[in-house]
């Protein structure tokens, strides 16, 4: 064996006899992707005895100074993926994340064992529309449940906004315009029953600004075509995922339309999460 294969042997065993004293998973990466300066997406091989529910969190992390550190982070992947794939933004200080965009192929992360969360259609009453309001990485648990065969049960219509500040940030754009619809299972499924809608608020672009705003300005509605600028409490249910201040505004919008937060316990007409922030 190579001096190198040695370290990382000894290193692999090192990560290991810790995950298994924390109940952790350990898990190799297996493909990274970096989107800009500041955001990438990872994947990781999944341990076979993992569940979660599409649009559930968990924690993930690094070893630092012989502990574990550990950050919730949703997972993009559908609950049928075979590997686990997450979205990150980069913060230059940031304790996670300063580390987490240097892995490369091959390097260990720490995995939770309990998904959690409340951006799941089990937390909604049933409806007629879905929509998925995200801004930067709050796009994450949606692409989960986008593509979950469950999702197209339960809804007529899907619709994904996601607003970031710069077009470049648009992360999945050319996914959700194009590749998904080659997509074996959900190519023909969604069809013109689903819309992606992206904004940006501090460069041109085509639906610019805010979507709280564009929505209250009534310029959503009169894109999708919708004939009320409102949700409607009846038939329309709305997932949340985004800065504090973003799912602080998008609840009190939402709660003035007549629509209630929901649960795991109490499924309601819209449920909110806040984004992995760094
Ligand atoms: P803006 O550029 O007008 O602040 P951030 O990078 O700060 O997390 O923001 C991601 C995106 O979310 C940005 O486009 C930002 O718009 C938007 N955003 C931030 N706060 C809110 C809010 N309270 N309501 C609607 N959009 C918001």
Not at 53 to 77: C, H, Q, T, W
Not at 78 to 89: A, D, V
Not at 222 to 234: E, H
Request: a neutral charge; charged letters at 30%; proline letters at 4%.
């Amino acid at each position: 064996m190579s001096q190198r294969k040695m370290e990382e042997s000894l290193q692999y065993s090192k990560l290991k006899d810790m995950a298994d004293e924390k109940k952790l998973f350990l898990e190799k990466i297996i493909w990274v992707h970096h989107w800009t300066d500041s955001l990438f997406s990872f994947r990781i091989e999944r341990p076979n005895s993992f569940r979660f529910r599409s649009g559930e969190f968990i924690m993930i992390g690094l070893n630092d100074n012989k502990k574990p550190l550990l950050r919730a982070y949703s997972i993009v992947s559908p609950n049928w993926e075979e590997h686990l794939e997450f979205f990150s933004i980069k913060v230059p200080d940031g304790p996670l994340t300063s580390r987490l965009q240097h892995l490369k192929e091959g390097d260990h992360l720490f995995l939770g064992k309990k998904p959690t969360g409340t951006l799941v259609t089990d937390a909604l009453k049933s409806g007629k529309r879905l929509f998925m309001v995200g801004t930067g990485t709050g796009l994450a648990p949606f692409l989960s449940v986008l593509r979950d065969p469950e999702t197209h049960e339960k809804f007529d219509e899907i619709v994904l906004t996601h607003t970031v500040r710069e077009e470049k940030e648009l992360a999945y754009r050319s996914f959700l315009e194009k590749e998904i619809y080659s997509d074996e299972i959900f190519g023909e499924l969604l069809g013109n029953r689903f819309t992606y809608y992206p904004t940006v608020t501090r460069s041109e672009f085509r639906t610019e600004g805010r979507i709280t705003d564009r929505i209250r300005s009534g310029a959503f509605a009169k894109d999708l075509k919708l004939t009320s600028k409102k949700f409607n409490p009846q038939t329309d249910r709305v997932m949340v995922c985004g800065s504090m201040a973003f799912n602080k505004d998008m609840s009190s919008m939402l709660e003035e339309h007549g629509l209630k937060e929901g649960s795991n316990s109490t499924p309601g007409s819209f449920v909110i999460e806040r984004a992995f922030v760094g």
